[in-house]
């Protein structure tokens, strides 16, 4: 079973950019069969999926956000990263990390999730 952890400020002033680290444990993020994302849910509103980095370091993002993020990864580590950059007080919102399954369409592990806000 995988599990996940988000790290990173809780508190970001407008302009700046957002970085946030999801931790894995209990599978690697080069396994073939993985994909790995992140994925917020501003207050009030449903959950935006943001993007995703699969085994091989490859991205694909949500078009309307992908100006200004960035999915990396470190694979020593076990971690994946998320880069938000030009924040405004609209990318408030709780984010997690996930984990999908080649050939699967709905993510099977989450982290528990982060608060970032987004003010001066």
């Known amino acids: 079973q995988v599990q996940l952890q988000e790290s990173g400020p809780g508190l970001v002033k407008p302009s700046q950019t957002l970085s946030l680290t999801c931790t894995g444990s209990?599978?690697?993020?080069?396994?073939?069969?993985?994909?790995w994302s992140w994925i917020r849910q501003p207050p009030g509103k449903g959950l935006e999926w943001m993007g995703v980095?699969?085994?091989?370091?490859?991205?694909y993002y949500n078009p309307v956000l992908e100006s200004r993020t960035s999915i990396s990864r470190d694979t020593s580590r076990n971690q994946f990263t998320l880069q938000l950059s030009s924040v405004t007080p609209e990318d408030t919102a709780v984010y997690y990390c996930?984990?999908?399954?080649?050939?699967?369409?709905?993510?099977?592990?989450w982290g528990q999730g982060t608060q970032v806000t987004v003010s001066s």
């Open positions: 980095i699969n085994y091989s370091g490859s991205t």
């Open positions: 996930a984990k999908k399954v080649l050939g699967d369409w709905w993510y099977d592990s």
């Open positions: 209990g599978g690697s993020i080069t396994n073939n069969y993985y994909f």
